[in-house]
């Protein structure tokens, strides 16, 4: 499946961003999705995550609240909507994929095989 994000941009804190990631190539229900950022000088982290059809949705701890991961498998489509945003939300946010059958931890990058190019979200304090 090839992914495409977009949406990032320079916003204010307290602010508001809708993410997108468009999905091409697989069926798209057939794959769970999660977005990671990475902000400069760290690793690559874990934002939120959603199941194939169940929707099914989890949170790392300090977007609880404020982002909502959803997706819309008629459009091939998963979203980001991230409100309140804060300073240290900055980072490049990418898209990630992997088969709904793979097993193991939704939190590690390692076991998601296919990625978007990365969109850069800006949170001007």
């Known amino acids: 499946v090839q992914l495409q994000a977009s949406g990032g941009g320079l916003v204010q804190a307290g602010g508001s961003l809708r993410l997108s990631c468009a999905a091409s190539?697989?069926?798209?229900?057939?794959?769970?999705m999660a977005w990671f950022r990475q902000a400069p000088g760290k690793e690559r982290e874990f934002v939120a995550t959603?199941?194939?059809?169940?929707?099914?949705?989890a949170y790392v701890d300090s977007v609880k609240g404020r982002f909502t991961i959803s997706r819309d498998n008629a459009k091939n489509t998963l979203y980001l909507q991230m409100d309140s945003l804060k300073f240290e939300d900055t980072a490049v946010y990418y898209c990630?994929?992997?088969?709904?059958?793979?097993?193991?931890?939704?939190?590690?990058?390692?076991?998601?095989?296919?990625w978007g190019q990365g969109t850069q979200v800006t949170v001007s304090s």
């Open positions: 990630a994929a992997r088969s709904i059958t793979y097993a193991g931890s939704y939190f590690n990058s390692g076991l998601y095989n296919y």
């Open positions: 959603i199941s194939g059809s169940e929707n099914n949705t």
């Open positions: 190539g697989r069926t798209f229900s057939m794959f769970r």
